[in-house]
């Protein structure tokens, strides 16, 4: 079997359509040397039999960052031993203040990993105005690197809400784009990739299988609606029936990690009529519970997280709700729900602890459900309120 390819935008790079992305199976969090001393032999091969069944998969991009702890260090002791040719290598390295502080940060990725050059860097989590900010400083540093032949193509990774990432594309500082849009991710994000679009930038959509919906352990009425195929595979048949998607990033801890995937893709085209029946039978569940106004005009008019009172995040609460409710994913909805106050511009605002309805009523205005939304706030936090959660780099 072998993973089909697309191009990837301006960067003419045909890029296979799932990609090896390196933030699950490294030691540690962190990347001190007492970390990478402490590399055990059986995780180190685990890692490598990752990136070679990948590669023998035809998965070509190898993905990883700077804040993946010893991730870029254990690849180093793989990758300068195998084809260079034959790879798309990716690293990413957080916006920083000054250009130089970033050529710091990126010899310190370059010397973990070993290689002369990256085909893809990244500046990593454009999130909000002030890490965009922050990134055209570091620009004229991933402007120099590319004219020394260091890395190939620059791009942005980002968890920052519609706005700020079209702002960002909008630069046209970019060659492509990683970024969160998948079936529970529409129709909110779509804005994005329609703004890559324009630019005939790489669009790259990533963890589709846990922020896509924790579809490793997806409740019965999702598996049913997706029938004949898991809700892995409808999810990752979903964003490429989109042109404008040109690959999805799995995160493996082990090899048979990329098995489903790679029977979803095999034969793509011919199975696209299959996602398209399936789509319509997830929203059906939908519109049987929640009502198909609502279903199709939740996210209209809603205010942004940081106009707020009382910082709280409204979409993001209202669409985890919506997907409880509709299709069960409760426990996807705790995971995401309790990020809230704990991850910082990575996954902004506060929850729904204390909705006070006249401070909110100027800021609903323009919903269609205004009159709504205050008591879907609360059932929301009564419904996903528990225990507080942590990014996985923190955790």
Known sequence: MSVPTRRFGKTELQMPVITCGGMRYQQSWNDETKDRDSVTEDNQKNLEACIRYALDLGVSHIETARGYGTSEYQLGKLLPTLPRDEMIIQTKVGPKDSPAEFLEAFETSMSALKL??????????????????????????????KKEGRCRHIGFSTHGPPDTVVKA????????????????????????????????????????VDKGGMLYQPPVKLIEACQPLTPIQFNDLYCLRRPEVHT????????????????????????????????????????KTLGADWVHHWHKGLPRQIDTPGDINIPEILRLWTFAKGLDMVDFGKMRYNLLGNAEHWFPGQ???????????????????????????REAHALLNAEEQKRLSES
């Not at 500046?123 to 120099?144: F, R, V």
């Not at 029977?263 to 399936?278: C, G, H, N, S």
């Not at 009159?371 to 706030?377: A, N």
């Open 116 to 145: 002369e050059y990256v085909d893809l860097l990244s500046i990593h989590g454009i999130n909000n105005d002030e890490t965009l900010e922050k990134a055209l400083k570091s620009m004229p540093a991933l402007q120099q690197l």
């Open 248 to 287: 999805l990033s799995i995160g493996p801890s082990r090899p048979s990690d990329f098995v489903e995937h790679v029977a979803a893709v095999q034969d793509l085209e011919e199975k696209l009529p299959m996602v398209e029946k399936i789509e319509q039978q997830l929203v059906q569940c939908l519109e």
């Open 351 to 377: 929850k729904a602890a204390n909705v006070d309805d006249e401070a909110l009523k100027p800021f609903l205005e323009n919903s269609p459900f205004a009159k709504e939304i205050p008591g879907i706030l």
């Open 169 to 208: 594309i909008e630069t046209g500082l970019f060659e492509y784009v990683n970024l969160h849009w998948y079936f529970v991710y529409h129709p909110v994000n779509w804005a994005p990739v329609e703004a890559a679009t324009r630019q005939d930038m790489g669009v790259f959509i990533i963890s589709p």
